[in-house]
Structure formats: structure tokens, C-alpha cells
């Protein structure tokens, strides 16, 4: 059948539909056995609110998506659209927009078809719970509860929200139908290590907030289902239900008594000297990251399933169904959606639970020795005694300040007669990166989000040996009191780098970073044209380029740059491209493009004190700089 000429409207117009929302029967669709307690399809309520974390949905979405890869096969786009939109008249919208963005994500022929963002889609679900100035003072008490409302802006920041949602387009843990084959389905090479690594790196930036606006300690874990949850959040979107504070575990809708056993065996049987994880049959396993993130989301790459259960997607349910006692209808809390999941504090307190299970198992394995370190130096200092956070060899420059080939620039401001200076005292150089917070409209709602001036990293590196060699450079940031706490670092880069013998000085721009979305824009930034060949749909996954640094303080706030080389012919770290997050959304139908464990060096704990370690390393070094927000 050909393709109609209108398919990309179709396409926009599902994705854009609003559901006609009904209150669930929590009791028979959201069980965790909620495959066969669904019943089949005709037995889903028609426009009941849906969820990727309830195993019967995303089964239906993932076995949806399927569908229209067949159809695909067959009959062209014209088809898979009238699929597409049967199934929201009849079934559900939500479930007929996961299902067409997953297909429009990993099918060839799904490329053809745009899927607009987050806000152009649905902008209700990115205005802001928080009241404007203007707003009436009965809205006072919306957003999060206590002090987590100081950080509503960046919780309900609309790219963000973008990037939790196509992430998990991009991995559903229901597995990825196989266009060739759709019966068939695969999980994307180490999809559990990057489920694990991405949200811990979520984690560690939402910490560093906390600590700028004054919240000293680290998100708590949410481990104790008896206790009260004194985070409320009440969302000011419609589809959601509010969660009051101090709600109780035992009133949810979605009762999981399981939940308590799945954790005790994930930390039990993880959190020990060369774990093992347990088959079905008896036998086991040697844990590695990979299975272990596998295990704990759980997606159908799981070790056991019944002894290791459903533990995160199930932790989203049972915190989601918790009821508003001030509503008659109950559709469920933002914990239910990736779409909105992240608005919540709660979020990072039941990831950082989560995320503890991998803690646990990275502490018991040996520590790190870098013995494998290439034959590079980046020096602590230029003579005499070296100190934390002081390297010579590292500085930042605003790009406004960068003029002609940033590469003649560098050699020209930081080598040859400059070399033995100290780079981040030259004119040129600045000792602090400034954020600013702005406002835009979407939807009529006025949003706010943060943004940063462009820079360059500068970049001594001596090759100590005789040829040319090629490295990876990594670079991360930490607040400078959590400098000896490896999973506060965050990343910021890491790419490819051909050194010739003796020295070299070395320019990055920070829009290229592998977190950061790319190409790396603004909001209201034209969209630049693809590389050929580029999925416009899988570029868009990827950590906001606007809040690749944290907001930093009014008055200034300390935080320690890293360089880390490490040798290219043991990572094999790709030149990245153009699009997407490389380090976050992994490269399209390709192996991860770093062969070393993600998070390497903080994957594991140090042999040392991580500042005293730096200091001995000649393939490390850190400088320190302020972040100030004006």
C-alpha cells in the first residue's frame, strides 16, 4: 500500500491527542502479576490512565509497537497509522502513543515520521506546579512539600522531562521488537549497566542542586514502607493525582507486599565478595553490572524474575497509586509516567534506594589500580609542593573569548613559551562559569529554566612517549567538600584524543559534550540540520545542554574540575557524532561506544583517598573553579 502524502500529520495529531482520562481500577490493572490479572487486550480499560511501569502496559505497549512493524513490513505507514489510531479510538491514546513512539524509534521505516517534543506535544505535562507571582494564594501549597520546593524549577524542567521520557522510548525493558522479526525482541548492549549508570548520574546532579540551594545532604533513600513519606507533591496537571504529606505506604492502590523480599534479595545476594545472582533452576550467576541493572529495573533480561521480582518499576507503581484524599477520582501520581516521573521528589529518594543495590556490589569489588594509565602527564603543579584542585595545565575560557581556530588558539595562549605558566591564571582564562535562570511561554504557561554561558576546556597533556598516541579524555565535576565521594562526581565529557609526541594542548568545547543532547541548542534556537544518515528521533535523547552545570550559588560556589586520560586502544571510545547523548542514550543499533565499565573511574572505589589518588596519578588532574549563579 503506498504511503499516504499526509502521514506525518497523522503521526503528529495521535501523538498530540489528548486522553480522555478515566479513573483506574487500581485493584485488577495494576497488580504485579498485572499481565494476567489485565486479561487480554479488550479487557484494558479504554482510556484508563496508563503506565510504562505496570509489566501489562509496557508488555501491551512493547507487543503494540510489534505490531506495527509487521504491518510495516507489509502494507507501509498509511497502515500503521489507521493501526495506530484504532487503537487510541478504541483502547487507549496513551497506549497508542507509546506503542507508535516506540515503533517510530527502532523500525527503518518509522525514521519517516517526526515525533515533535515534549512540550510541542503535550505542554500541560511541562507547566510548572509553582505559582507565579500573580497567582492566587490558594495555589501556594502546590509543587513539592518542605524545603524540596526549592527545587521545583529544575525537578519540572520541560527538557529534562524530555529526556526521562525518550530514554525510556529508547529502552523500553520490555525489550525492542526486532524490525526484521518483530516476534523477536533484544536488549540494547548493556542496557542495565546504562539504566543503572544514567540514573545515578541523575542522582548525583539533583545532590548538587540540593547542596546549592542548601539542602546539605544527599538525597535519602526511601527504604523503610512503613514509615510516612513527609514529601508531598502536588503536580497542577491534569491526569494526576496530588500526594499529600506524610502519606502512608499501606493506603496505595497498588498494594506490592512482594516489594520488601525482591530488595532483601537483590542486597543480599549482590552485596558480597564475587556475588552471585541466582537462576530459577538453583544455579547462579556471577553478578557483573550489566545483569545486576537488568535485575533491578527488572527488564526481560533479568537473572529471576520471580526471586528478584519487578523491584523499581513496581516501587514507581506502589508510590503512584498512594490516593488524594481530596479527589473522587483516582488517576494516579507522576511516579506512574516517564513523562512527569522525575517532578517528584519522591523520584530520587526511591532511585536512590535503587541505586544503593549497585553501590553495594561496586564496594565489594576490588579497587581501582590504573595500572592500565597511558604514558601521558597533566601536571599537578608547576614546581614546588602541588595541591588539591591547583593544576597548571587546566584552564576554562569563556567562548565569547576564543576567537579564529580554537586548536591555533590554544597553541598559541597555553604552549610553547606559555607552557610552564599556570593556565588558569592567564588574562584569558576564567576562574568562574556563570548561570543565569530565564523564563519562556509554553503553552501559556511561563516556564523557568536554567542556562550557561558556552566555554572551552584548555588542556595540557605531555605524551611521554616517543610517537603518537591516542587517549580518552574525561572530564567530570564535583562540589569540592564531596571531592572523596565517587558517585557525587558528575560527568561532563569524554572524547577521543590524537597526541603527538611531547606537547600538546588541547581545546573542547563544552557544546560537545557526550551527556549534553546534540547538537547542543537552546530553547527557541533554530534546529540545526542532521549529519546524513542521523535518526532525527533517536537525537533527541540526551541530557538538556542548558543544565550540563548545576546553577551553582549567588555568591559563588566552589566545585573541582577533573581530567582523567585513559588509553584509547583498551576504551575505544567512538568519535562521537552529531546527535544524541553518547554517554547517556548510548549510539543507535551499535555495541556501547566505551568499552570500559560506564562511570570508569568512579565505577569502584579507589585505592586512596580520590584526592590524594589524583595527585599521585600523571594521567590526572583537577582544578578547581567557582560556579556562580547571576
Known sequence: MPEGPDTNERAVSLLKRAPDLRAIDTAAAIAPKALEALGPQKDFAPNAPFSLFVPAHQELAVQEAANLMEIANKDGLDAVLQHAEMLADTTSTELAQWALMIFITHH??????PIPSLEERIPESVKPSSPTPAAPAALEALGAS????????YREDAQTNAHHERWHVVYPWAGVPNPANPSQRTLKDRQGELFMYMHEQMLARYDCERLCAGLSAPTAR????????????????????????????????APVPELPTWLSNLFGDSGKKNATLKKPNGTTVAANADLLGD??????????????GNAHNMGHVLIAFIPDPNSQDQFGGVMRDPRVAIRDPIFYRWHRQIDEINYQWQEKQDPQNF????????????????????????????????????????????????WDTVAADSAI?????????????????????LDHEDYFYFIRVNNDTNA?????????????????????????????????????????????????????????????????GADPNYCDCGWPYTLLLPRGTRAGKDFRLLVVATDWSIDKVE?????????FCGKKNVPYPDKRPMGYPFDRHWPAAIAKTILAQKNMAARDIKIQWT
Open 468 to 532: 603518537e598516541l591516542t587517549v580518552t579524555l574525561r572530564i567530570f565535576l564535583v562540589p569540592v567538600e564531596w571531592a572523596d565521594q565517587r558517585r557525587q562526581w558528575i560527568e561532563l565529557d569524554k572524547f577521543q584524543q590524537k597526541l603527538k609526541a611531547g606537547r600538546n594542548v588541547v581545546a573542547r568545547s563544552s557544546k560537545l559534550s557526550v551527556v549534553a543532547k546534540k547538537p547542543a541548542t537552546r530553547p527557541g534556537d533554530p534546529v540545526p540540520p542532521r549529519e546524513p
Open 295 to 308: 535485575s533491578i529495573e527488572a527488564n526481560i533480561g533479568s537473572v529471576n524474575d520471580s526471586r528478584y
Open 371 to 418: 595500572a592500565d594509565a597511558p604514558k601521558v602527564t597533566i601536571r599537578d603543579a608547576v614546581s614546588g609542593t602541588a595541591g588539591d584542585g591547583a593544576s597548571p595545565d587546566i584552564a576554562v575560557v569563556q567562548a565569547s573569548k576564543v576567537t579564529g581556530d580554537p586548536q591555533q588558539f590554544a597553541d598559541t595562549s597555553f604552549g610553547g613559551a606559555k
Open 222 to 253: 526511601l527504604d523503610n514502607f512503613n514509615d510516612p513519606i513527609p514529601e508531598g507533591y502536588k503536580p497542577l496537571l491534569r491526569g494526576y493525582d496530588n500526594r499529600e504529606p506524610n502519606a502512608d505506604f499501606a493506603d496505595s492502590g
Open 575 to 583: 568519535v562521537e557524532g552529531k546527535c544524541g547523548s553518547m554517554s
Open 108 to 113: 527503518p521505516e518509522g525514521q519517516k515520521l
Open 429 to 449: 582564562a576564567t576562574k568562574t562559569l556563570k548561570t543565569t535562570m530565564k523564563q519562556r511561554t509554553i503553552g501559556g504557561s511561563t516556564v523557568q529554566y
Open 146 to 153: 518542605g524545603s524540596e520546593a526549592a527545587l521545583d524549577w
